[in-house]
């Protein structure tokens, strides 16, 4: 079992930044494909961004490319996801999620792992 708990939402102005955070335990952290996902109220889970065990391989949503970076930190378990230039649109609640694999994916139903979400609001 992975438990992931976020943090670091709130809420901004259009245009700001937000760092978000993801700590993990209780299974080898460097072993774990991580992502974040949002869901906006009304629509469907959608995927933001993935990072490999390493580091070195990541994906995007189109829709967040250039302002979103994900990044992970293996000696503190954590991940993160740095949020510049950000839009009203970008409003949702932002969940961390792990896979027990070493490919980096973008469907919801490939990720083993959740947390329970973080709130971001972005104010126009």
């Known amino acids: 079992q992975v438990q992931l708990v976020e943090s670091g939402g709130g809420l901004v102005q259009a245009g700001g930044s937000l760092r978000l955070s993801c700590a993990a335990s209780?299974?080898?952290?460097?072993?774990?494909?991580l992502a974040w996902f949002r869901q906006a109220p009304g629509k469907e889970r959608e995927f933001v961004a993935a990072?490999?065990?390493?580091?070195?391989?990541?994906l995007y949503a189109d829709s967040v490319k250039g302002r979103l970076t994900i990044s992970r930190d293996n000696a503190k378990n954590t991940v993160f996801l740095q949020m510049n230039s950000l839009k009203p649109e970008d409003t949702a609640v932002y969940y961390c999620?792990?896979?027990?694999?070493?490919?980096?994916?973008?469907?919801?139903?490939?990720?083993?792992?959740w947390g329970q979400g973080t709130q971001v609001t972005v104010s126009s």
């Open positions: 209780g299974r080898t952290f460097s072993s774990l494909t």
């Open positions: 990072i490999g065990w390493s580091g070195d391989s990541t």
């Open positions: 999620a792990a896979r027990n694999g070493a490919y980096v994916r973008s469907l919801v139903r490939s990720y083993d792992y």
